[in-house]
Structures are given as structure tokens and as C-alpha cells.
């Protein structure tokens, strides 16, 4: 390709010469063939003939003058096209396979030209060329780079993301946010998606009136909850360039949000219905003379609505205690069988009073525990209290202690009412009831088993729950050993 521009360069420069010198002599000779006929015109016949053939020799020396300055010109033709060759050519030859080697991945050392003593300004702009595509090489294997890692993260995000051109076409989107929206291969610009999910949503007004448009949007798929976050991205001259989508999976949010209200909700309840009954009794008390026994009824039921309402808002100060990290568990050893007996001695007087059939049964060897003996006992006791409170008269409750691989357990089996499969899910969560009415009048608050789990959790234990409705209910709760712990 460079030779033959160089020798395109000759060519036009000899062509050039050429023309120029031969349209030169066609001129004088036609200036000297004027100048005779006037001539020829004006003298007689024989000084005509002398005078033309003076004309006739000068008309041969102008040919021979272009001639040799023909061929004085194509000398000098090639003489440039030689330095040109040298000078010019030759360098950007080297050049360019330079650049090709480079471009083909190859380590190219760049040598430079010299003329013995210095560079010349070609020479600097091969090596400024050389530095400029090593940096060029850098900067693309860093932009590759952070693409990559753009790719993985996108990859990789729990939150979707879409972008879409001015046209609406999808030109991004990543597996979190096909998965959340449930985008279909056939599903390609931004109508399709968000008519689908019945979104009454307009681009052009997110890109062009941002200020007045919402730009969130909440909606539920299926069994979530999504939130969708709606932006315009710009180019690099600041005009828009189209719109960028979030989306975040905020179910568990939702359920806490639900939860929490919920729970409010049933605090107010449960504090308003003992409440109620004191003030009832008391301004009743209050607005007339009773005999003694009429007093003593209305009292006792003011002292018992009293201990209710007392001992859910001890349950709740332990609760929020356990939220709050602010417990001090104190861990002692001791023996899970005796504590299981004294457990049970305790609440014999319930069991006697629904006529219940009770047994106890420790197996042998079963090692020392290292937790809180308090909190134990009480997780004990909830669990106990509720095998007597669900079972109906002359039922029959068993209880093992035992040891199975590091951990001690407990075990409590009933015939009782039974929980149904679909509540047993629930049934640690704050104020959940299987049988709201009936757990309100056998006195529970509904916080129970959610503060047996808390315990058991600050102790390195567990407690799982399996009942089937109208046949009872299986209480397993497990505890690390002494030696478990220390190591």
C-alpha cells in the first residue's frame, strides 16, 4: 500500500512537470508560427524565406530545450520519490507494522530510527505512538475489567435491575429482576412489562416531568410484596437517555410491618379487656352498698383481672429485655431430671384437678447442664402448664429426660385438643392464639411459648413442636451438656 502511493506521488509530480513544460513549448512555437505569417506578410519573398528559416531553428531549439528539460525533470522525479521513500515513506511503513503487530497481540519492541546521531521528528512520533497504544491497551484491560465486575455484581444482586433505551427497549436487565417480575422472553419493552403487572406508569413523564411523577411503586406478585424505584439516566452531553428500574422483593418487611401492627393491636387489647373489668367492678363497688359476699365476688374478680394484666406486662418487659440484649443469663450446672420432678410437683395440684394421669421417666446417665436454671424451669413450666390446660379431664401427660448425642432433652407428650397444621407455623409468634377465646379464659397471654423459645435460644437449646388436631401434642425441648458448652 505505501509503494504505491509513493509511486502515485511521482507519477502525479512527473505528470505535472511534464505537461507544464510541453504546454510551455507548444506555445512559444505557436507565438513563433504567428510572428512568421505576419512576417511573410510585410517583406518580399526572398527575406521571407531567409527569415522563416531563422524561425524554423528556433522553433528546433525550443523542442530540444523541452526535451532535455523533460528529461531534467523526470531526474528530479525520481530523486524525490527516492527522498521521499527515505524520509517519509519508509518510517510510516515501519510504523504501520508496528501498530499491526500490536493490534494482533503481539509484544513489539519499537526501534527507533536514527541517522547515526539523532532522532528524527518521525522517530518521536513512533515512540509517542508506541507509549500512546501501550496506556490505550492499559486503559482497555481496566474498562474490560470493571465491566466484568459490573456483570458479577448485576449477576449476583438480590435487587433487580432494568434499563430501558429511549425507546423502551430492554437494553439491560439482571436474573433478580426477571425472576421478581416474572419477565417472559417475549416480554421486551417497558409497556409490555408494566401493563402486565397492572402499573399505571408513563416513561416519557418519569424521563420528561420527574419532578411530578412518582417515581415508587409498590405492588404484589404472587405470594411478595415488590417495590419498584423509577429513575431517568442520562448521556454524557446531559440529555436523556433513558429510564432505570429497581426493583426490591420487600415481603419480609411487609410481614414485620403487619406483625408489628398486629401485635400493638393485640397489646391494646389484652390491656384494655382487664382493665375494662376492673374499672366495671370497681365503679359498681362504688356506686351503691353490697352485702359481703357480693363485695368479696366483685373483689376477687378485680384481683385476678389485676394479676392478668400484672403478669402480661411482666411478660412483656421480659420480651423486650430479650430484644434489647439487656438479660443477664446466669448459667449454673445442674441435674435436668430433679429440675423436670420439681417442675412437675409444682403444678400437681393442676394435674389432681382435671384428673389427669402423669409420669415421669429419666433415663440413666444423663449428664449435667450448664444454662440458666430459672429460665429452664419457667420454659418447663409454660409447656407443662399448657399439656394440663389443653387436655381435656383424665388425659394423660408423659414426660422423658433423656440424652441423645451431645444434647439432654425433654420430652412431653399429651392426648389434648391438639394444634392444627395450619397454625403451628405461628405458634411462637407474640399474641397468637390457636383458640383465641378459649386461651383468654384459661388465663394465657399469649406470649408463652414465644418467651420458652428467647430462653432456649440464649442457651444454646431448642424447642420443636408436633401435633396433630384432636390426638395431642409432642413438646421435644433439647439443651447442650456441661461438656458441650465449656468446649
Not at 508560427?33 to 531567409?50: F, L
Not at 397444621?421 to 390457636?434: S, T
Request: proline content about 2%; charged content about 25%; hydrophobic content about 40%.
Amino acid at each position: 500500500m505505501i509503494k504505491s502511493i509513493q509511486l502515485k506521488i511521482v507519477i502525479v509530480f512527473l505528470a505535472i512537470g511534464i505537461i507544464t513544460i510541453t504546454g510551455l513549448g507548444f506555445a512559444f512555437t505557436y507565438q513563433l508560427d504567428t510572428v512568421n505569417q505576419q512576417i511573410n506578410s510585410m517583406i518580399s519573398v526572398n527575406d521571407a524565406i531567409e527569415m522563416s528559416n531563422i524561425i524554423q531553428q528556433q522553433e528546433q531549439q525550443i523542442k530540444l530545450i523541452v526535451i532535455i528539460a523533460i528529461a531534467a525533470f523526470t531526474i528530479i522525479s525520481m530523486i524525490v520519490g527516492l527522498f521521499l521513500t527515505r524520509a517519509v515513506i519508509a518510517p510510516i511503513s515501519k510504523l504501520i507494522k508496528n501498530v499491526e503487530k500490536i493490534a494482533a497481540g503481539e509484544e513489539t519492541e519499537i526501534k527507533y530510527l536514527t541517522d547515526g546521531k539523532n532522532k528524527t521528528e518521525v522517530d518521536e512520533l513512533v515512540s509517542a505512538f508506541g507509549m500512546m497504544t501501550t496506556e490505550l491497551k492499559e486503559n482497555l484491560k481496566e474498562v474490560s475489567r470493571q465491566k466484568n465486575q459490573i456483570e458479577t455484581i448485576l449477576l449476583h444482586m438480590t435487587d433487580g435491575i432494568i434499563a430501558f433505551n429511549m425507546s423502551g427497549k430492554i437494553i439491560l436487565v439482571n436474573p433478580a429482576a426477571t425472576r421478581l417480575l416474572r419477565i417472559m422472553p417475549e416480554d421486551e419493552n417497558f409497556e409490555q412489562i408494566f401493563e402486565k403487572l397492572n402499573i399505571d406508569i408513563n416513561m416519557e413523564k418519569i424521563i420528561y416531568l420527574e419532578n411530578w411523577t412518582s417515581s415508587e411503586q409498590r405492588v404484589t406478585i404472587g405470594d411478595k410484596s415488590i417495590n419498584m424505584f423509577f429513575a431517568p439516566f442520562k448521556d454524557e452531553n446531559d440529555r436523556p437517555s433513558g429510564v432505570m428500574v429497581m426493583i426490591q422483593d420487600i415481603t419480609e418487611h411487609v410481614k414485620l410491618d403487619n406483625m408489628r401492627k398486629e401485635f400493638v393491636a393485640d397489646v391494646s387489647h389484652e390491656l384494655k379487656t382487664p382493665i375494662t373489668s376492673i374499672m366495671g367492678y370497681a365503679d359498681t363497688l362504688l356506686e351503691g352498698e353490697y352485702d359481703k359476699q357480693t363485695q368479696d365476688k366483685f373483689l376477687n374478680v378485680i384481683a385476678t383481672e389485676a394479676r392478668r394484666m400484672a403478669k402480661l406486662v411482666t411478660d412483656l418487659l421480659t420480651l423486650s429485655r430479650f430484644d434489647s440484649n439487656q438479660t443477664n443469663v446466669k448459667k449454673e450446672e445442674f441435674d435436668l431430671g430433679e429440675l423436670v420432678k420439681k417442675c412437675q410437683e409444682k403444678v400437681q395440684p393442676q394435674i389432681n384437678a382435671k384428673h389427669h394421669e402423669a409420669e415421669c421417666f429419666v433415663t440413666a446417665n444423663v449428664p449435667l447442664v450448664y444454662a440458666d436454671k430459672d429460665g429452664i424451669e419457667r420454659v418447663v413450666l409454660n409447656i407443662l402448664t399448657n399439656s394440663i390446660k389443653y387436655t381435656q379431664d383424665n388425659g394423660k401427660i408423659k414426660i422423658y429426660v433423656g440424652f441423645v448425642y451431645n444434647d439432654a432433652y425433654i420430652k412431653i407428650i399429651d392426648n389434648g385438643i391438639g394444634i392444627p397444621e395450619a397454625d403451628l407455623n405461628r405458634i411462637y409468634e407474640r399474641f397468637y392464639r390457636v383458640d383465641k377465646a378459649r386461651t383468654r379464659e384459661m388465663g394465657g397471654t399469649g406470649l408463652g411459648l414465644s418467651i420458652a423459645k428467647e430462653i432456649l435460644t440464649q442457651n444454646n437449646g431448642s424447642i420443636d413442636i408436633k401435633s396433630e388436631q384432636g390426638k395431642g401434642t409432642e413438646v421435644v425441648i433439647r439443651i447442650p451438656t456441661k461438656e458441650t458448652n465449656i468446649n
